[in-house]
DNA sequence: CGCGCCAGTGTGGTCTGACCACACTACCAC
DNA sequence: GTGGTAGTGTGGTCAGACCACACTGGCGCG
């Protein structure tokens, strides 16, 4: 199937509300093709799927499984009811839909964990060098707080992954790139399992959470100062270093380039 | 997955087989437990739909949904009829869902088309810097292969378009990291109308291809030299060029960082 | 005996109609 | 005016029924 284009993807491109072998994706084509067009934007409702069921002649499950795609992936949100919040409410959530793709992928051996932690290692890499180059500082006010949170002594160590990984997240959300922070979230969601029994491979919690506390601020720190080749090294390092700790996941990849980038194209 | 507004980090995580506020949620856990304990694995047929509705209690048009939704995340492939390829059999063809993911949250506005030039610029010069200095030298042969193809002089732009994308993706997969390829798949089909409408704005296409089909051999030609600094570059150049020449999309990123990997600090 | 046709069977794909729980709305009694 | 209640429309779910399809097996013909 790695052939050229078009081997297998499972929707079509024929673009046309109707069309489509099967009625589904007629309505997953409709829906997508009144989203390009304009006709929906974020916080509009959808036609009911009764009304959509009449409208596009297909059955009613078939809209609600289209629907239900379209919830998956982080599209649209449901609620049942009636009044303003209820119906099928378009959203723009990718986080939801990436986590779910991405934690599937991995139970059914899609995703090797090793790849998972090789390309947070590449986007967190790349998302501390341009946070520490952006030109108007970076807001890490959410980064902050989460630093202070966990530093919090009573915290058990799930407790201290889960903000570990919002901190992470912050960072990829600082970057202002929404693909690169939902693609994280996706990471995330798709190793978290393996992160917490990892958990269990380490002996001194209390010295590897102080490790990783340090660690953090020195990213942060890092980036305050402009400094994108040490911003690089140490992100890079921390979460290398703490894969490498819990279970054995070959890095590859070298620890980072340095920065040494052209001056640059505004932005 | 209605994570929108709060805190969105640990969510929908309830793991039982059972359990899930919708029956729909309750079959894709189901399925996901079975493909994590190895009791399904990639080529497995899952149970009927009847037999799957039957087991969990719950009706087929909640399993249908269900399925559904593994079927777009490119989990399972349907096929009607009967014997060993019909049913739903487990596959795991990430590139599918990722596609779908990021051409519809393009359309619905949560992916900007820069975020994802950015994103692509930022993956493909780590894979570009990573195959070049990849010890067992990566296979390259279809990426070669489709080089050729690309001089072939009575391609179209839009044929064009498609093999380099092919080319691209190639790439990714050489690196042997199966969630960039997948990635990359996906952020290449939510900007494919982009890159098509922006054709339009080339004015001389044949100097245009041409040096594109040059610059794909100079990236090839820097892997194959090892030379992971100027693969970084001139991926990265690029890849902006295009863009920078089709419409506007501010690529941000600096050109690129030099390499200097771990084991030889040349320089 | 061998080959080809054809009913049988089980699968996904779809539609229809029905019921439920819920949330909001409007109305009516106090 | 205020409170509660019936009404209405939404998604959520289920059950049953077809259909098209692909394979299986047996039957009949050569």
Redesign the pocket.
Known sequence: MGDAASADDASARPVATTAGA???QAVLEHVESRLLSGDLAPGDR?P???ALSAEL??????V?EA?RVLEVLGLIR???????????IIIATPSGGMSALMRLQVAAHGFPVADIVRTRLILETAVAGELAEAVPAPDLAAADRLLDAMDSPDLVPSEFLALDATFHLALAEASGNQVIAATMAGLRSGIEGYALAGLATIADWGATSARLRHEHRGIVEAIRAADAASARTRIHGHISGYYAETFVVPTAAPPTPTPSPTPSPAR
């Open positions: 099967r009625a589904w959808l009911g799927e009764r002649g297909v059955g009613r499950s078939s609600r629907l449901t609620q049942a009811g009636s009044g303003p919040s209820a119906g099928a």
